[in-house]
């Protein structure tokens, strides 16, 4: 499987990377088992989980649900937790764990400790913040966002306290780098200059939404991508499932988020469904299945990506493990930009 830079580590991590946030809702322990042992088996070397999932829906009640699943895995293969990098993350304000208060420097340490005792693992490789404390313009709020309530120095302050902690973290064996999640171009750039002046750790990642109905990435955050050395872990590389055409003609299959969450989360419209009718169009002129596509595209970009898809069942994991090392023709390329240009914002 393709390797892709992680952050400016001089690492590498796998162009697919198992997401696990519907482990202990729609997927049972004994299927997320499965799914790490075919995904390591196919060359995934990357897992991400956070400390508020299962999802669909999120609940206090389920809160570390997943990464206990994982944890039990870890516990019955300890030998191989050296053969993926572990990604988990903290939840920040408004969220359902910790009451919903802010990500600090004591709450990164409270966070992990917790987060390693579910895991059952003596570190993680990469602690993300779920969110900034400032807020996001992430999960279709950019359409009303408004940045004026922000307090620039509070906001650097916070950096450095958070980035403090995770020094010492570091330095204690417990976590090996810090990434970032639904983060800005400014506030990512932030993180950066906050590490170099302070010579604390460097944000080596970032996960923000990314998909072929979801580019808000390709401008402003690309050119910091590439010129920070910031690896984007993107989430709904499939657009929450409207790319691999399931949702359309009004078709919401049992079990499936849409029979969860109807609004699919502010991405649902008519917008949506002419999008992917137009990508799922291209896939089929050029007899590519969508899923692979989808997830191919992405290792077309100009800044390194590794691409978090969640499977409900092992079943899809084996389809989307297709995907893997796929070369998109050109032709289908100048079609998906067309496409892009003709539905820029389906959501």
């Known amino acids: 499987m393709r390797q892709v830079p992680f952050g400016a580590t001089g690492q590498t991590v796998s162009e697919l990377c198992l997401g696990t946030m519907t482990w202990g809702t729609q997927t049972p322990a004994d299927d997320a088992h499965r799914q790490m042992d075919m995904a390591l088996a196919a060359g995934i070397d990357i897992v991400d989980t956070a400390e508020m999932y299962p999802v669909n829906p999120v609940r206090k009640e389920t809160i570390g649900g997943s990464e206990a699943i994982l944890g039990d895995w870890n516990a019955a293969n300890p030998a191989r937790r050296g053969d993926y990098l572990l990604a988990t993350k903290i939840s920040g304000e408004g969220g359902v764990a910790r009451e919903g208060a802010l990500i600090t420097g004591a709450a ?50 916070h950096m450095e306290d958070v980035l ?57 955050m690309a050119e910091m991508s590439v010129n920070e050395e910031v690896t984007l872990l993107s989430f709904s590389p499939l657009a929450a499932g409207f790319l691999t055409g399931k949702y359309q003609n009004g078709a ?9 969450v109807p609004e699919m989360g502010g991405r649902k419209s008519a917008r949506v469904f002419d999008a992917a009718a137009a990508y799922l169009e291209i896939a089929a002129r050029h007899g590519l299945d969508p899923v692979h596509m989808a997830l191919a595209w992405q290792q077309t970009r100009p ?36 496409a892009h240009k003709a539905h820029p914002m389906p959501y």
Do not use: C
């Not at 994991?317 to 067309?338: N, Q, R, Y």
């Open 303 to 338: 800044f390194a990506i590794s691409a978090i898809f969640g499977a409900t069942t092992s079943a899809q994991l084996e389809h989307i493990l297709g995907a893997a090392d796929m070369v998109l023709p050109a032709e289908a390329l100048d079609e998906i930009t067309a």
């Open 252 to 260: 919401v299959p049992a079990g499936s988020r849409m029979s969860l």
């Open 164 to 220: 403090a902690e995770a020094d010492k973290l570091i330095a204690e064996g417990k976590m090996r780098h810090i990434g970032l999640s639904n983060e800005s171009a400014w506030g990512t750039a932030q993180w950066v200059r906050v590490s170099e002046d302070k010579g604390l750790p460097r944000v080596q990642t970032v996960q923000n939404e990314y998909s072929l109905l979801a580019r808000m990435y390709d401008t402003d």
């Open 108 to 157: 990164l340490r409270e966070s992990l400790e917790g987060s390693l005792k579910r895991l059952k693992t003596d570190y993680v490789d990469l602690y993300q913040l779920h969110w900034p404390n400032r807020g996001s313009f992430q999960f279709r709020k950019n359409w009303t966002y408004d940045p004026r309530g922000q307090n620039k120095a509070e906001t650097l302050a």
